[in-house]
């Protein structure tokens, strides 16, 4: 696979994978750690992977790498621990855990809830804290203002303040 060919594979689909693998570890690093390997594997792969085939082996491959980190990250805490810590300290850890997971969720819950509301608001928020990018990247893209994009913004949050709020405090 030329070098121009893979990048241009990867301007293309490096924010599906990136998508994919964060909707299944819920963990930014981790979700870039997954799509580096993807299209690092990809281009190891070369000419095997052509056409029509590149958008679904990445989905595959971006899905399945994600488990595999999940399931690896299972085990690293699942290892037996030092049993001369205290009763204490694994209710702590427990409880810790449980407010992790129950911070994913409701992050889960709220991007789900933002998307079927408004699309857009849901793209804006992804790219912005998900992604990262900057908000001058994102107007251009978007062919809007700076100042609109901050206005979409605050009302995507006051929306989810709305509608969230109670949920938040119980995590």
Not at 48 to 55: A, L
Not at 140 to 148: F, G, R, V, Y
């Amino acid at each position: 696979m030329s070098e121009d060919k893979f990048n241009s594979i990867y301007e293309e689909y490096s924010r599906l994978v990136l998508k994919i693998a964060f909707d299944v570890v819920q963990d930014w690093d981790l979700a870039q750690d997954v799509c580096q390997e993807v299209f690092v594997k990809l281009y190891q792969k070369g000419t095997t992977i052509q056409g029509d085939d590149v958008k679904p082996w990445l989905i595959v491959c971006a899905k399945n790498r994600a488990i595999d980190y999940l399931r690896n990250k299972e085990r690293k805490h699942s290892a037996p621990r030092d049993l001369s810590s205290g009763v204490g300290d694994d209710t702590k850890i427990s409880a810790d855990i449980m407010d992790e997971i129950c911070y994913k969720e409701l992050r889960m819950q709220v991007f789900e809830a933002l998307e079927k509301k408004n699309e857009k608001w849901h793209e804006l928020m992804v790219r912005t804290i998900l992604y990262q990018e900057e908000l001058k990247k994102i107007a251009q893209d978007m062919n809007k203002t700076e100042n609109s994009l901050k206005i979409q913004i605050s009302r995507a949050k006051k929306w989810i303040r709305e509608n969230f709020m109670d949920d938040y405090d119980n995590t």
